[in-house]
């Protein structure tokens, strides 16, 4: 992650939110998949597209990045 995603993350990231959990952080912004459960069932769907746009955006195109090397 560079120091511009870091920077943006920071500033979408307030005290007032209150996230509770790092996946609650990353389920407002769409990077972990939907899911669907019912009972002991449980469905995991598609990435969502919620959240914001630009940090989505910025982590896929860091972790291609990482993933290419």
């Known amino acids: ?10 500033a979408d990231i307030d005290d007032s939110k209150g996230y509770a959990s790092s996946r609650d952080y990353a389920a ?26 630009c940090i989505r955006t910025m982590l896929i195109h ?3 990045s990482v993933d290419r090397y």
């Open 28 to 53: 407002s912004l769409g990077v972990v998949p939907k899911q669907h459960s019912s009972g002991d069932k449980q469905v995991y769907l598609g990435v969502s597209k919620r959240g914001n746009r």
């Open 62 to 64: 860091g972790a291609r």
């Open 1 to 10: 992650m560079g120091v511009i995603t870091a920077n943006i993350i920071a």
